[in-house]
């Protein structure tokens, strides 16, 4: 081959790809909207829903995008580039704070839609007074049960904690592990640490936010830590015996398998244990911390929100905000509820369909009988690091009761002094 | 291969002049940018120019211009929400009918250079003060700690040995009236050498024995922290590796049967993706190692889990090294082994007056890449163990993560990742600059 043809047919190559690159932008002439969620467990009922709406709204195309474990990362790195998704799935309370502090969301106080979510659930989205998300599905984190198990062995679901001794003493006695553990992997058991910390403080939970976001007080304060750690203790002493080496799918088999006969987990974990065993039989109770059945409520708030992002144009704002005014329809709460198994937040949804532990929840919501998600007003690191780190170092012996507590102190003062 | 001057300007600009200008682009700016944020206090999510302001904020900025032609543009760009008295930035500009249009560059930089000459902006200088917490950071430096071994809520130990007690108690105790209280307390028995506690204690004394071994019993053990941990398996991941696969392909130079099979089979683990590779072993250790050796935790245990980090890493990693010293000896030639053979040379002097020295450029590529891998190392613990249990397993890649990806501390964790590369390359530079003169030498 001659020596011009190679350089020919490089600089020809070359072009084609540069060509091709540029002609395949702007070739349609819909309103393409992308929709950044994080919950695996909807992957394809989020597929159905996208269908529905594009179907009512055919001038709008909308874009999935999923990214399970690590949407904050994602988000964040994004971000940094100057980029956002046009509506973005994010947790309630300081994720949604977060970004609204930074400007990065619109504000929805006036939009419609808003007036037709329950009360309760507005304050995990309001930042300085104002909603920056449509908060989407309450959950419940506490005790999902084996019916089938306590019918077996005739046990009543407990409401206090003397009640909870008995029922892990009887499981033992028959060889039952009483829980499915998780201790291989930290949130887990950053959740519980938090959860009995709520249940134990109770209705002081406020206040001592805020005199902790203030620089003041200790995270021991509202409690009587010997409890807290007493009870971490006694899980301790009824999971799984290899739950060291026990991810959240193994937890799942276990509980699935009636191998355990409780998990303390989010109710989002049923949707797991469900379809790998579907005749399982449960139901959902609050995690008892103490002796008097009234303190035992359940740790429920809202979980995911739709927020919209600041930065999009102004065509695809509106279709965003078409979606999220879709979303309250009798339609898409129907999917919501049947496809997604998740607990809408609009008022006077029907939520007949659903199986019995979301029906606990939403009894529990509905009597009052809850205790909001404290540990998603925590700041970030608090959380992420001192709480699950720490809570995880005290189960392994890492760490002492008051290293964990001083810890948390320690992380809190210093991201309050920024 | 001789090439005219138009050849050469051709292959230049179709060939290293985009490699360099991607270079520029991927490396470089990067690598400056980042040492840039390892000195700001950024979260993360911060945008580069404000997307909101306070309404007196906004109007002090405007004040403070003291320049109309300025505060227009500002205006221009930063418009009023009644709803939430702020002013936010339109990143979406309509001028006149149609389309709007985005903000460009060229005006955003604008802006920025204008909020920037009233010192507004989001990210902050702070100096040196990222470095100096790393100093601080109870993660990441090794630092001796204090381990209380009594939890007040546990029961009053009856029996301590004599050492225990001597060490871990009695020391620690600088008051002679608490040391006598103690002793009073905990009786020495001289036939077994062990310190028991007394019979019937009062309600009183139990809590102020209590109190007491809570405060006072202690020992003070290293916590590897971060940079302990990432040096523990650099150091056992660059010796076992290398050893391991030196002596492979010491075995596989011979002429023996099969050696092409076993040769692609000790390569396989460096072909199959690192995440398989985490799974595949984090089955094996909860469901097969158990039933060998009977120990029933290995990566949820804080004492084992370092180790079994390390043995992944090796049994990955050694397959590569394996092929680079298999390239090495067959470059030796075979006339040189036969001669020293003739000459009455053992197997071992062989192998240490021959083979070795003549594979120094091996050693020196190996080392290097098994260095750099491992003070870098991440894929492999993130897939196994995510740093856990607590922060045992974390190297410094994980940490930088945490920091910056779950703990909103981007300006922090750039810095850690400015201290890594110069740590690489300190660590590397050394190493080649030593085995390079090694070699030169022969």
Redesign the interface.
Known sequence: MKKWMV?SL?LTLILVILGGTFLTASMADKVEIELFYYKQEIVKQMGDMATAFCKKNPDISLKLTLIPN?S??VL?TR??G?DAPDIIQLQAYSAVF??AQ???LV?L??EPVLSKVIEGAKTSVTY???AYALPMDLAGIGIIYNKDLFKKYNLKPPTTFTELQNVCAVLKKNKVTPFAGL????WSLGHFISMVHSTLAGPKVMPWLEAMNAGKGSFADPINS?EL??II?FYKANVS???????WD?QQAAFASGEAAMMVQGLWSYGAAIATNPKLNCGFIPFPCTDKAEDTKLLADVDSTFALS??S???KMKAAKQFLEWLSTPEAIKMWVEECKLVPTFKNSDVSSMDVPFQDLVKYMNEGKTNPWAFSMYP??VF??ACK?GA??YV????????VIQ?IDETWRREMQ? | MVTSKKGKAFYFIMFLLPALSLYTMFFIFPLFQGIKYSFTDWNGIVPEIPFNFEKNEFENILVQLNNPKKAVYLKKFYQFEEANSLYRLTSWVQEGEGEPRKLTDKERKEIKKILKSVDVSSINYIGLANFKEMCNDQRFIPRLEKRYLYNEFDELPTVIGKRAFNKKLLDNISEQSERDFLLLNYQFIASNSTYVLKEELTEEDTTKLKSVLKEKMYEKVLIPGVIGFTLFFTFFNVLLSNFLALTLALILDTNMKYKNLLRSMFFLPNVISLIIVAYLWSYMFRLIFPLITGISVWLGSPKLAPYAVVMVAVWQGCGYLMVIYLAGLQTIPAELVEVSEVDGAKWYQRLFFIKFPLLLPAFTICLFYSLSNSLRTFDIVMALTQGGPGYVTTPIVVDIYKNAFMQNRYGFATAKAVLLCLIIMLITGVQLFLMKRREVEL
Do not use: C
């Open positions: 350089r490089l690590d904050m990362t964040r971000m940094a100057g977060e970004f930074a400007g990065w504000d106080t006036n300085k007074g104002r201790f291989k992997v930290n010997k750690f007493k203790d015996a290899n739950a060291a080496e026990m991810d193994e600041a930065i144009s102004p065509a970030v690191a992420e690091d780190n995880q170092e392994f012996g890492l760490k002492k009761a008051n290293d810890y920024k």
